[in-house]
């Protein structure tokens, strides 16, 4: 299995920036889609952001484009969410997620049902 572990959370003014890890397992990562998704208390988990196996295409939800920007570094396993221009309707749990067919199947960003690997989530919380 693919293990996924966020870091990089915590507290945070709004305004205010932070940027979240995502280290991952394995020797395949780099034909791994990636995502950032989040859940708010007492909401449905949400789409934040994607990006393909090599970095050459990224996918932003409207509430992270523009403020929000992923990447990853294959040569580390890492996947990263740099979170500028925070808002508190930013507050949520974080999860890094792998889409390992996405390479074969084909890539689509925000269906989560597409991701078979996550991790344990990352804590931010934004405030005013």
């Known amino acids: 299995q693919v293990q996924l572990v966020e870091s990089g959370g915590g507290l945070m003014q709004a305004g205010g920036s932070l940027r979240l890890s995502c280290a991952a397992s394995g020797r395949t990562f780099s034909t791994y889609a990636m995502g950032w998704f989040r859940r708010a208390p007492g909401k449905e988990r949400e789409f934040v952001a994607g990006i393909n196996w090599i970095a050459s295409m990224t996918s932003y939800a409207d509430s992270a484009k523009g403020r929000f920007t992923i990447s990853r570094d294959n040569t580390k396993n890492t996947l990263y969410l740099q979170m500028n221009s925070l808002k508190s309707e930013d507050t949520a749990v974080y999860y890094c997620?792998?889409?390992?067919?996405?390479?074969?199947?084909?890539?689509?960003?925000?269906?989560?049902?597409?991701?078979?690997?996550w991790g344990q989530g990352t804590q931010v919380t934004v405030s005013s």
């Open positions: 997620a792998a889409d390992i067919g996405a390479v074969a199947m084909g890539w689509d960003p925000p269906n989560l049902h597409k991701y078979t690997y």
